[in-house]
């Protein structure tokens, strides 16, 4: 199966400073990485994702690039603030061998910690 | 437009009981997902739910169980607890898909602790 690794598992900024997060992923088969935010006490929200055929996105201050051949695809987030802190995961995506529909594997997660 | 919704928010029991966590997808969504998060981990995906058939499940004992209704509502039923079944039970939904990845819709999740 799909085994995803994230590094760092925490990462702490200056306001206004860039971050970047780092995963891996193993099964070729992936081809959608969705990127989620989790606030304490809530469930993880969708902020940006990348499909297998596109090697960069962009959303604001918001950015996710993916190497395929490497297997490996990073969020970077420019001019953070400290809304910005938060848990961060990483998912990779692959269809089931049986069909039906993408089941994502996720990373550990990174706790993000903006510093005013 | 309301988005995922899942009742209640917390919930404790003791070890040996059985829970029922519910979820409402998000309108126009007709698949259902569960997932376990436990404390300082990503979602490990339990099963999935579409036209009220359980469509794929990951590594979880029969224990689990879950069921989804002719609205697109889900629940997921948990047997026998265990402490280790402590966690943040989430639902995602998403649109049962046609051919390329969809995306999913994460509710606030319900965390659960055994004693």
């Known amino acids: 199966g799909e085994n995803v690794e994230q590094h760092p598992s925490t990462l702490s900024v200056q306001e206004g400073d860039s971050a970047v997060i780092k995963c891996t992923y193993s099964d070729s088969a992936s081809n959608y990485f969705p990127w989620y935010k989790q606030e304490l006490g809530k469930g993880p929200q969708l902020i940006i994702d990348i499909r297998s055929n596109v090697g960069e996105k962009k959303d604001q201050r918001i950015a996710v690039t993916l190497n395929k051949t490497a297997k490996h695809f990073s969020l970077h987030i420019t001019e953070t603030q400290p809304e910005d802190s938060a848990v961060y995961f990483c998912a990779a995506r692959a269809r089931f061998l049986s069909g039906g529909s993408y089941i994502p594997t996720f990373g550990r997660g990174t706790s993000l910690i903006v510093h005013p | 437009d309301a988005g995922v919704t899942q009742s209640p928010t917390h919930l404790i029991k003791t070890r040996g009981q059985q829970v029922t966590l519910r979820c409402s997808p998000k309108s126009g969504h007709d698949t259902v997902s569960w997932y376990q998060q436990a404390l300082g981990q990503g979602p490990q995906f339990i099963f999935q739910?579409?036209?009220?058939?359980?469509?794929q499940r990951g590594n979880f004992p029969d224990r689990f169980s879950g069921h989804q209704f002719p609205n697109y509502s889900s629940e997921l039923n948990v047997n026998a607890l265990l402490l280790g079944d402590s966690a943040l039970y989430l639902c995602?939904?998403?649109?049962?898909?046609?051919?390329?990845?969809?995306?999913?819709?994460f509710g606030p999740g319900t965390r659960l602790t055994v004693l």
């Open positions: 739910y579409y036209e009220e058939e359980e469509r």
């Open positions: 995602a939904s998403s649109f049962w898909p046609q051919g390329a990845p969809d995306t999913q819709y």
